[in-house]
């Protein structure tokens, strides 16, 4: 058993069964036992991998588009460049590179960094040391700056909330103990209003999830965006509207039980898309959800690829070649991630998204 597994046991064993919000949260980010917290999780070493760290192509043609965002709408200055979760550092690192050339970016640009956890905020100081970034445990504290925004894998780390539709009301999903383990049991039946919406499209037995720090995140870059100009760039796997059970745990690279071993798996559930337009609706508008891979085409991935290429040989392109499959095949990350972006009233959505 984990040591995490002994702290949330004593917890339940005192205070009842825990919501699963929290229990994702502890997983995740416990200071001394969190898997994020405590340890760098990506590549092809550690428990997965994400688009940035697959290639380099991926931080180059966000930033880009971010960069074309800010000329479009005027190249305000100061702007605030954001990401959400920046991982390595690696999306942010490559974004900058690219925008080199961009007249006036980076003289007008600073660089915050929204990241809670103190072994990735270390990666980061090292690969981003040229740019002075600022870190923020939320988006709360953002400055009130027109906001070019990023979140890769952000959001669908953020803690989950499941219920079960019972009848005309909702039994929440909780974290209890049976036998002396760790067990997931259901709360008693109650109406829950902000779940109206899905009595028309769920039946009995049904599990939705929602998402109650997604929709506050969304709520602080709304508000800047809606304010001061600017755009938020979210990418990550899910849909307009999830249903059902899409809580999943991680270990090197492959699925595990969520309860089995908690602080050493990464947990994630699907982005509701629809969640997040919500509540950025009457703030600043949201954009179309695009499939990853009509998105990276629309900014020019496949020329990028092409030029790329020109300068490789051997297994540097035959990984390369696979790279570009993994980004846009229809069977890998092309179709199951997805893509939206908030923008202001009165704007353009940024390149490669529709109104
Ligand atoms: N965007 C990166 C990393 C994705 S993993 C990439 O694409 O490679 C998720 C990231 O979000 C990690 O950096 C993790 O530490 C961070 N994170 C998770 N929950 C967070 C929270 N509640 N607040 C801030 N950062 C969080």
Request: aromatic share 6%.
């Given at each position: 058993?984990?040591?995490?597994?002994d702290?949330?046991?004593?917890?339940i064993t005192?205070s009842?069964?825990m919501?699963l919000?929290?229990?994702?949260?502890?997983?995740?980010m416990?200071?001394?036992?969190?898997y994020?917290?405590?340890?760098?999780?990506f590549?092809e070493?550690g428990d997965?991998?994400?688009?940035?760290?697959i290639?380099?192509?991926?931080?180059?043609?966000?930033?880009?588009?971010?960069?074309q965002?800010?000329?479009?709408?005027?190249?305000?200055?100061?702007?605030?460049l954001?990401?959400?979760?920046p991982?390595?550092?690696?999306?942010?690192?490559d974004?900058?590179r690219?925008?080199?050339?961009?007249?006036?970016?980076?003289?007008?640009?600073?660089v915050?960094?929204v990241?809670t956890?103190?072994?990735?905020r270390?990666?980061?100081a090292?690969t981003?040391?040229?740019?002075?970034?600022?870190?923020h445990?939320?988006?709360?504290?953002?400055?009130a700056l027109?906001?070019?925004?990023?979140?890769?894998?952000?959001?669908?780390?953020?803690p989950?909330?499941?219920?079960q539709?019972?009848g005309?009301g909702?039994?929440?999903?909780?974290v209890?103990?049976a036998?002396?383990?760790?067990?997931?049991g259901?709360s008693p039946k109650?109406?829950e209003?902000a779940?109206?919406?899905?009595?028309?499209?769920?039946?009995q037995?049904?599990?939705v999830?929602?998402?109650?720090?997604?929709a506050s995140?969304?709520?602080?870059?709304a508000?800047?965006?809606g304010a001061?100009g600017?755009?938020a760039?979210?990418?990550?796997y899910?849909?307009?509207r999830?249903l059902?059970?899409?809580?999943?745990a991680?270990?090197?690279?492959d699925?595990?039980?969520i309860l089995?071993?908690p602080?050493?798996?990464?947990?994630?559930a699907?982005?509701?898309?629809e969640?997040l337009?919500?509540?950025?609706?009457?703030?600043c508008?949201?954009t179309?959800?695009?499939?990853?891979?009509?998105?990276?085409s629309?900014l020019?991935?496949?020329?990028?690829?092409?030029?790329?290429?020109?300068?490789?040989?051997?297994?540097?392109l035959?990984?390369?070649?696979?790279?570009?499959?993994?980004?846009?095949g229809?069977?890998?990350?092309?179709?199951?991630f997805?893509?939206?972006?908030?923008?202001?009233?009165?704007?353009?959505?940024?390149p490669?998204?529709?109104?």
């Amino acid at each position: 058993m984990t040591a995490l597994a002994d702290i949330l046991q004593a917890e339940i064993t005192a205070s009842g069964p825990m919501r699963l919000d929290a229990f994702m949260a502890a997983c995740l980010m416990h200071p001394e036992h969190g898997y994020y917290a405590t340890r760098d999780p990506f590549g092809e070493k550690g428990d997965f991998i994400t688009a940035p760290e697959i290639s380099q192509m991926f931080g180059e043609l966000t930033g880009l588009c971010l960069a074309q965002t800010w000329l479009d709408q005027g190249a305000p200055n100061p702007v605030a460049l954001v990401e959400l979760g920046p991982g390595r550092g690696t999306l942010m690192a490559d974004a900058l590179r690219a925008t080199r050339g961009v007249p006036g970016f980076h003289d007008a640009l600073k660089v915050h960094l929204v990241e809670t956890s103190p072994a990735l905020r270390a990666r980061q100081a090292d690969t981003l040391s040229a740019h002075a970034p600022t870190w923020h445990d939320s988006a709360d504290t953002l400055p009130a700056l027109p906001t070019l925004s990023i979140a890769n894998e952000f959001f669908d780390a953020l803690p989950i909330r499941q219920f079960q539709r019972q009848g005309d009301g909702w039994c929440e999903r909780v974290v209890g103990l049976a036998e002396g383990t760790l067990s997931l049991g259901l709360s008693p039946k109650r109406h829950e209003p902000a779940l109206a919406h899905r009595l028309e499209d769920t039946s009995q037995g049904d599990i939705v999830e929602t998402c109650p720090a997604a929709a506050s995140v969304i709520d602080a870059l709304a508000r800047r965006i809606g304010a001061h100009g600017g755009a938020a760039l979210v990418i990550d796997y899910g849909d307009w509207r999830s249903l059902g059970d899409t809580m999943q745990a991680v270990q090197g690279h492959d699925r595990a039980d969520i309860l089995a071993a908690p602080g050493m798996a990464d947990l994630s559930a699907h982005v509701d898309f629809e969640a997040l337009a919500d509540a950025a609706r009457g703030t600043c508008k949201t954009t179309r959800l695009a499939p990853q891979a009509l998105f990276l085409s629309r900014l020019g991935i496949t020329q990028r690829a092409e030029a790329l290429a020109a300068q490789m040989s051997g297994h540097t392109l035959d990984a390369h070649h696979a790279a570009f499959h993994r980004l846009t095949g229809r069977d890998e990350m092309g179709t199951l991630f997805k893509v939206m972006a908030l923008y202001p009233e009165g704007a353009a959505p940024p390149p490669g998204l529709d109104p």
